[in-house]
């Protein structure tokens, strides 16, 4: 799917600007962000999109979980042991 994506906008949009971290969409882009209008590439660039983001949301929810247990277990120990 590279080759729909321009690097020249992805460069651009990822630039950072002086005494700042790396902000992605901080800085204005001048480039098309797309080198292709091929419906069926499209479509499957952003079938492959919507796949990443429903795993990106599914391991967001486990690291929420993962952290709620973190914390019972740290309330555990120290009722347990009486820890400060």
């Not at 002086?18 to 480039?31: M, Y």
């Not at 796949?51 to 391991?59: E, G, M, S, T």
Request: net charge positive; no cysteine.
């Amino acid at each position: 799917m590279q080759t729909l994506i321009n690097f020249k906008a992805n460069a651009e949009m990822m630039k950072p600007r002086p005494g700042q971290e790396l902000q992605f969409f901080d800085n204005a882009v001048t480039e098309p962000l797309l080198l292709s209008n091929d419906q069926v590439l499209l479509n499957k660039y952003f079938n492959e999109l919507l796949l990443y983001y429903k795993v990106f949301i599914v391991h967001q929810k486990r690291l929420g979980d993962l952290n709620k247990n973190q914390i019972r277990l740290i309330e555990f120990f120290r009722k347990k042991y009486h820890f400060k």
